[in-house]
């Protein structure tokens, strides 16, 4: 359906110059209904945030309208010119405010059509928005420019905007931009695939346990018990796989592992440490589980979502602390301020940030030693974090998530739909071990190679383990790894720059050269 985001702004595009009543409320009104809709799956976890979060990315709709509507008027540009780049600087705004929120963008949608997302690695994902967004804009135009349009739409004073008396101007700002715009995506990316060679790498196998979300959060002894087991008889099925590496989800290692059991005196913590050596041991792998991490200072505790490294011989090597966590998902900002906050927040315990990105070192059967990095949960969302990480040197990257909060619902889709970009952002191999759905292995050219499947096609909260390769890329650093986010920042500089030539000197900027008045 990635091809219905080609045309499904145009309804909104008209309506922002064409109406002027009420523009900010109904604005705001159709923003809401969106995200109200898709965050759905929030209300699994919290209504409360479910609300908020779909009021707050509303916002951004209201404040696009309302900006576009503004400059298109006052400098008389046609939208084609005015909305992409503003669109794409409010999205990386969303991604680091209060945060960062980088989810529906809407260059997501276009993560099963390869050759246009190959860009990304250039422009990153905004780039995608940018294009989708002026297409949108360009056909909004073309349809405003029609003289049989004049009854249904009330769009003279737009007209200025189109410039009627200039046809070749209108052709080029209109239709040539973005026609060479699209064309030239399409041939970098198309190019690119063609010459990609991927290269195998370290054979890593994902554990699928399936487990409930209400039986892991509320477990019982014997329910953690019951879930050891069931990771270590699923992990024992590769053993004849002569497998690099054994990835378990986030947090699915019921015992503490970097604690004396002593201290804690919980029976589940020995087991757990114990079951760990195992099955290194037994499979002669190296294993990277999910878990809970704690440390003392003094008498307090202080907990973090983190994952585990052992070698093939049991030893436990490192330990990487998630560092991005989620706001009122996993911490309560300014909870010391505001205590009732604290509700909102699922686990009964505060996790701690992590401080440091932790690259692991892998030993392999048939490429020698291969650097790695981990992203637990949600970020791999994150452009930034999982640019830094290849950066410092990862060869490929895991991502360890347990979206069994949110149940059979679009989110693991859409979870997965956004790691794609990571991939061919940094030109970078992405596997995944999801609890409930989805696993699956990502190549750096953005194809998701292989998927946990049961025997019905199902792909979802089922259980399982997937082996394969990790495709290793033959080149260096993408331009967006070295660079980073600079096509958004000079796509918000842009708007800032354009929305203050709209306030002080519109005549100055604008492309009305015969005097029409706004």
Known sequence: MGYLAWIALIPLFIFVVSGKKHLSLNTLLIGTIFFFVQLSWLRH???????????????????????????????????????????????????????????????????????IIQISDITG??????????????????????????????????RPCLFPNRKRTF?????????????????YGFSWLKNYV???????????????????????????TNI?????????????????????????????????????GRKIDILSQLTAVQLAQDLG??????????????????????????NRLGSLVGRYDKTHLVPFGEFTPIKEYFPFLAGLVPYEIGLTHGKNRTLFSLDTATN????????????????????????????FMLNITNDGWFRNSAELDQHLAIMVFRAVENRISLARAANT???????????????????????????????????????????????????????????VVILLAAIFNPRLFSMDRQGNQS
């Open 45 to 115: 976890v919290t209504y409360i945030a479910w609300i908020l979060l779909s009021l707050y990315c509303s916002v951004y709709f209201l404040f696009f309208a309302v900006c576009v509507r503004y400059v298109v008027f006052k400098l008389k540009w046609p939208l084609t010119l005015a909305a992409p780049c503003l669109w794409a600087a409010l999205e990386f705004v969303r991604s680091f405010i209060l945060s960062g929120f980088p989810w529906f963008f809407i260059g997501h949608t276009q993560y099963q059509w390869l050759p």
């Open 285 to 310: 792998a190296n294993l990277l589980i999910g878990g809970i991490a704690l440390t003392l200072a003094g008498e307090q505790q202080i907990y973090f979502n983190s994952a585990y490294y052992y």
């Open 368 to 395: 020698g030693r291969i650097t790695f990095g981990v992203s637990i949960c949600y970020e791999d969302t994150v452009p930034s974090l999982i640019r830094r990480f290849r950066k410092d040197g990862a060869e």
């Open 198 to 224: 991927p290269k195998d790498g370290p054979k890593v196998c994902l554990v699928q346990g399936n487990i409930p979300q209400d039986i892991k959060f509320e477990s019982t002894e014997e329910d953690q």
């Open 437 to 495: 759905g989805i696993s699956a292995f990502v190549a750096p050219g953005g194809n998701i190679y292989d998927t946990l499947v049961d025997s019905q096609g199902k792909y979802r909260e089922i259980s399982g383990t997937l082996t394969n390769n990790i495709r290793l890329a033959s080149n260096g650093l993408s331009l967006y790894t070295r660079y980073g986010d600079w096509f958004a920042i000079l796509c918000a500089v842009a708007s």
């Open 228 to 264: 050891l087991k069931k990771y270590f008889d699923l992990s024992k099925s590769a053993q004849d796989k002569s497998i690099d590496l054994l990835v378990w989800p986030e947090t699915m290692m019921p015992g503490i592992l970097n604690i004396d059991p002593e201290l804690t």
């Open 125 to 158: 994902v905004y780039g995608i928005s940018f294009i989708i967004v002026m297409a949108n804009a360009c056909i909004a135009d073309l349809i405003l420019s029609c003289p049989g349009l004049k009854s249904l739409f009330p769009i003279e004073r737009y």
């Open 171 to 187: 052709v080029c700002v209109v239709c040539i931009l973005p026609l060479v715009t699209i064309s030239a995506a399409l041939f």
